[in-house]
């Protein structure tokens, strides 16, 4: 078996884990021009392997966090260890990064359709406002409790229960029954809804 030409370590551009852990060591006396070393080492890979983790507009500023971090920390490198040492740094600066950017926003008109809220949009849900408000006080007093202390007041079951000075299981059951006829109150025609 023979080698191919200009993969040794020797080859331009390509180090072993010999030349490696030399840089390592210089790196660690506090050479400047080992951290050039190492960047036109192990740049390259990093720089594949940030591609896979990062937009490309953020590849490079996340190389060179990965490079002063190097620098920055290093009496803690160990020289034989140095690509793999790299690679933990790339990933953790590409998930800060990451975590950094602003989420993703949908433009509102993508996300309405194309069309902004007009007038009717609006009505109909003022009076899909007012039928819900109306259907709740149809309801009795018990269960139009637990409801809105569930729905508006944002309280868990056992908190209702607390302050209402009932058992869990007596408001669950009054929220289930509630629910249940308010949306019976609500797919009712217009004619026979409850009015104020």
Request: proline share 8%; aromatic share 4%.
């Amino acid at each position: 078996m023979t080698a191919e030409p200009g993969a040794g370590p020797g080859a331009p551009g390509r180090r072993g884990p010999d030349d490696l852990a030399a840089l390592g060591v210089r790196l660690r006396a506090g050479d400047e021009s080992a951290l050039a070393g190492c960047q036109a080492a192990l740049g390259p890979a990093l720089r594949r392997f940030l591609r896979r983790l990062l937009p490309d507009e953020a590849v490079d500023d996340a190389l060179q966090a990965v490079l002063m971090e190097l620098w920055r920390c290093r009496e803690r490198v160990d020289p034989d260890r140095l690509d793999a040492w790299t690679r933990t740094v790339a990933r953790r600066r590409a998930v800060d990064l990451l975590r950094a950017r602003p989420p993703a926003c949908l433009p509102l008109a993508e996300w309405t359709g194309g069309r902004a809220a007009s007038r009717d949009d609006v009505a109909d849900r003022i009076a899909g406002e007012q039928d819900v408000r109306l259907a709740l006080a149809a309801l009795p007093l018990v269960q139009r409790e637990a409801i809105a202390l569930a729905y508006y007041g944002g309280f868990s079951q056992r908190e209702i229960a607390a302050r209402l000075g009932a058992p869990v299981g007596t408001v669950k059951a009054r929220t289930a029954r509630g629910l249940r006829r308010l949306g019976l109150l609500l797919d009712a025609p217009p004619a026979r809804r409850p009015r104020s």
